[in-house]
């Protein structure tokens, strides 16, 4: 059973899916202090949050099982992404479920920004019939400058545009042609600045967006131009925008969202011309059914088929291309596990990574992160996964390199993973052939061709005659059954290597035996964690007596 803490108020009709499944306890501790929460958070193994939550590096030390951080929602910056990675936990979000409700937010904080509306009802409620206070201003024929023209922006922009607003949209991925399809302007900030008569923000709050709107970008802007900010607080810069109201240059703000929630800044709350809402974007029926009904489907994904779909601490990827490199993720693993043993098990300085042929044209990082987890794991054990194997790497001092290359080596696609240490070097190549599987086409400098098995025997040893012959006599007089078996050698006569797969493990005896053998120089039993074996575990110690 996998237990799920749920804190922040989480829809209950979108958790559904998790709370009936037979494999999850769903338990809810909507108001826990941090303290508290502490003391709780090492009983869960996945944990549901909206923006309240705080998910620091000091909460997740205390996290021990923990696997899944899912975030009911869009921006993670109330999470501790890095902490996160560095423990290996996946985090994921719901983008995009939450994107209408974030939209709709935005026209009706403009709206009610251009025609007053929160101050005009305030009197009217208190009994004030005043007529004359709350003159505004029309959307229609104006400029709207959008800063992040993401999902939230775009859809923002379409609105606007059908109230007759001209768009002008920045962000550093908006091409002309995606602009121009759209019907929007595609701007600089500067023209932003000085063309708009409301400026919408839609950025994630980071290093470069923080402060984004400061003295300088306000003293840049036309005059009398308006401020709605729905997405992150700190984006703007607040005390610059409280001077900027108060100079008459700014005639309004609608803000959503603070430098620090809850809001308690007097010059904010009190200036007449600003409006505000506790960061409500997200919150509508639809809305919050639908990012806790994502979560919840993405956290039984996950724990039932260790498939990941929105991690932000993982690479993205279509399910086309999820699909396209599914064969070579378990090949990637195995050859990680099996040049690490090449290497006497001893940690790696520096590695490096080739794909050839139709995988490069494929987006490799999954594998990549694989591969290396593969190499890291025979070390690190169950504490490196595909989400820490990067920041592992780097606390341990390994550098790596990545190559594409555009040549084939005869195989339609091919990977090879080469670990040093400074004084020796391992090297495998795979393949991945269609209709017959995983193959290990190369160990070293030498060739083969052999299917990724849980025990393989790997020996080194001089070409001469009747080397096969004693070494598959010896385990056959231990009993050890040969699966298949491989040589490779670069010349006639020279240096060669033995490949074996092996039904059952074998003890170090059998080894130090092999090692008697003339002309054998290494014997080595390689072992894959991921491959079943057929008789899993089973040392055979003894000689079987021939009869
Ligand atoms: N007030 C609320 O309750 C809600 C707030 N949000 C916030 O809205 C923001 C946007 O959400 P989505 O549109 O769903 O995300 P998105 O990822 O689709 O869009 C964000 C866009 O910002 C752009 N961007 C990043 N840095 C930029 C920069 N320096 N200058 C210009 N553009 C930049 C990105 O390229 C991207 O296109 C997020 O911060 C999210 O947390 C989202 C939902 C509800
Ligand atoms: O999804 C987001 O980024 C939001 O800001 C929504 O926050 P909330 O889930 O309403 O606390």
Same mark, same amino acid.
């Given at each position: 059973?996998?237990?799920?803490?749920?804190?922040?108020?989480?829809?209950?009709? *979108?958790?559904?899916?998790?709370?009936? =499944?037979? =494999?999850?306890?769903? !338990?809810?501790?909507?108001?826990?202090?941090?303290?508290?929460?502490?003391?709780?958070?090492?009983?869960?193994?996945?944990?549901?949050?909206?923006?309240?939550?705080?998910?620091?590096?000091? &909460?997740?030390?205390?996290?021990?099982?923990?696997?899944?951080?899912?975030?009911?929602?869009?921006?993670?910056?109330?999470?501790?992404?890095?902490?996160?990675?560095?423990?290996?936990?996946?985090?994921?979000?719901?983008?995009?479920?939450?994107?209408?409700?974030?939209?709709? =937010?935005?026209?009706?904080?403009?709206?009610?920004?251009?025609?007053?509306?929160?101050?005009?009802?305030?009197?009217?409620?208190?009994?004030?019939?005043?007529?004359?206070?709350?003159?505004?201003?029309?959307?229609?024929?104006?400029?709207?400058?959008?800063?992040?023209?993401?999902?939230?922006?775009?859809?923002?922009?379409?609105?606007?545009?059908?109230?007759?607003?001209?768009?002008?949209?920045?962000?550093?991925?908006?091409?002309?042609?995606?602009?121009?399809?759209?019907?929007?302007?595609?701007?600089?900030?500067?023209?932003?600045?000085? +063309?708009?008569?409301?400026?919408?923000?839609?950025?994630?709050?980071?290093?470069?967006?923080? *402060?984004?709107?400061?003295?300088?970008?306000?003293?840049?802007?036309?005059?009398?131009?308006?401020?709605?900010?729905?997405?992150?607080?700190?984006?703007?810069? +607040?005390?610059?925008?409280?001077?900027?109201?108060?100079?008459?240059?700014?005639?309004?703000?609608?803000?959503?969202?603070?430098?620090?929630?809850?809001?308690?800044?007097? +010059?904010?709350?009190?200036?007449?011309?600003?409006?505000?809402?506790?960061?409500?974007?997200?919150?509508?029926?639809?809305?919050?059914?639908?990012?806790?009904? !994502?979560?919840?489907?993405?956290?039984?994904?996950?724990?039932?088929?260790?498939?990941?779909?929105?991690?932000?601490?993982?690479?993205?990827?279509?399910?086309?291309?999820?699909?396209?490199?599914?064969?070579?993720?378990?090949?990637?693993?195995?050859?990680?596990?099996?040049?690490?043993?090449?290497?006497?098990?001893?940690?790696?300085?520096?590695?490096?990574?080739?794909? #050839?042929?139709?995988?490069?044209?494929?987006?490799?990082?999954?594998?990549?992160?694989?591969?290396?987890?593969?190499?890291?794991?025979?070390?690190?054990?169950?504490?490196?996964?595909?989400?820490?194997?990067?920041?592992?790497?780097?606390?341990?001092?390994?550098?790596?390199?990545?190559?594409?290359?555009?040549?084939?080596?005869?195989?339609?696609?091919?990977?090879? &993973?080469?670990?040093?240490?400074?004084?020796?070097?391992?090297?495998?190549?795979?393949?991945?052939?269609?209709? #017959?599987?995983?193959?290990?086409?190369?160990?070293?400098? #030498?060739?083969?061709?052999?299917?990724?098995?849980? #025990?393989?025997?790997?020996?080194?040893?001089?070409?001469?005659?009747?080397?096969?012959?004693?070494?598959?006599?010896? &385990?056959?007089?231990?009993?050890?059954?040969?699966?298949?078996?491989?040589?490779?050698?670069?010349?006639? *006569?020279?240096?060669?290597?033995?490949?074996?797969?092996?039904?059952?493990?074998?003890?170090?005896?059998?080894?130090?035996?092999?090692?008697?053998?003339?002309?054998?120089?290494?014997?080595?039993?390689?072992?894959?964690?991921?491959?079943?074996?057929? !008789?899993?575990?089973?040392?055979?110690?003894?000689?079987?007596?021939?009869?």
């Amino acid at each position: 059973m996998y237990k799920v803490l749920v804190t922040d108020g989480i829809s209950h009709t *979108g958790l559904v899916s998790l709370i009936e =499944h037979p =494999h999850f306890i769903v !338990e809810r501790q909507p108001t826990l202090p941090v303290a508290e929460l502490k003391k709780i958070i090492g009983d869960y193994d996945a944990l549901i949050v909206r923006s309240q939550t705080k998910v620091t590096a000091e &909460l997740l030390e205390a996290a021990g099982r923990l696997r899944v951080i899912a975030r009911a929602g869009v921006g993670v910056d109330n999470i501790d992404v890095n902490a996160a990675t560095r423990k290996g936990i996946i985090v994921i979000n719901a983008p995009g479920a939450n994107t209408i409700a974030a939209t709709e =937010h935005t026209l009706a904080m403009m709206l009610s920004l251009a025609r007053k509306i929160p101050q005009a009802h305030q009197k009217t409620a208190a009994g004030e019939w005043d007529r004359n206070s709350f003159k505004g201003v029309e959307l229609y024929k104006k400029t709207l400058g959008v800063i992040g023209m993401g999902k939230i922006g775009t859809e923002v922009a379409k609105r606007a545009k059908s109230f007759g607003m001209n768009i002008l949209g920045f962000d550093p991925y908006l091409t002309e042609e995606r602009a121009k399809k759209l019907g929007f302007t595609k701007a600089s900030l500067d023209l932003i600045a000085a +063309e708009s008569d409301f400026i919408t923000i839609h950025t994630p709050l980071t290093n470069d967006t923080r *402060g984004l709107v400061n003295d300088d970008y306000l003293r840049k802007t036309k005059k009398g131009v308006r401020f709605v900010n729905c997405a992150r607080g700190g984006v703007i810069d +607040e005390k610059a925008l409280v001077r900027a109201i108060k100079a008459g240059h700014v005639a309004g703000a609608a803000l959503d969202v603070f430098e620090k929630e809850p809001v308690a800044d007097v +010059e904010l709350l009190q200036n007449p011309n600003i409006i505000v809402t506790p960061h409500l974007g997200a919150s509508t029926v639809e809305a919050q059914e639908k990012v806790a009904q !994502e979560v919840s489907a993405e956290i039984i994904e996950i724990f039932e088929t260790q498939s990941i779909q929105n991690a932000v601490n993982m690479p993205q990827m279509s399910g086309e291309t999820q699909a396209k490199l599914q064969p070579y993720l378990l090949l990637s693993d195995q050859m990680g596990q099996l040049v690490i043993q090449l290497l006497n098990k001893q940690a790696p300085t520096k590695i490096e990574i080739n794909y #050839y042929g139709d995988l490069i044209d494929e987006d490799t990082e999954l594998l990549t992160r694989t591969l290396l987890k593969g190499v890291l794991s025979y070390h690190l054990s169950d504490s490196v996964n595909l989400i820490n194997a990067l920041h592992l790497l780097k606390e341990q001092g390994v550098s790596y390199n990545v190559v594409k290359n555009a040549t084939n080596k005869g195989f339609a696609n091919y990977m090879e &993973l080469c670990v040093s240490n400074g004084l020796e070097t391992a090297r495998i190549g795979a393949t991945v052939l269609n209709g #017959y599987g995983a193959r290990i086409l190369k160990i070293n400098q #030498y060739r083969i061709d052999v299917k990724p098995e849980k #025990y393989l025997l790997y020996i080194k040893h001089r070409d001469v005659p009747g080397m096969i012959g004693k070494v598959g006599s010896l &385990l056959g007089d231990y009993g050890i059954n040969i699966g298949t078996m491989q040589v490779g050698r670069t010349e006639v *006569g020279g240096e060669a290597i033995m490949v074996l797969t092996l039904d059952k493990t074998m003890g170090s005896n059998v080894i130090r035996e092999l090692m008697l053998i003339d002309g054998l120089d290494e014997a080595q039993l390689l072992e894959l964690t991921n491959v079943d074996s057929f !008789e899993p575990g089973r040392v055979e110690p003894e000689k079987v007596e021939s009869v």
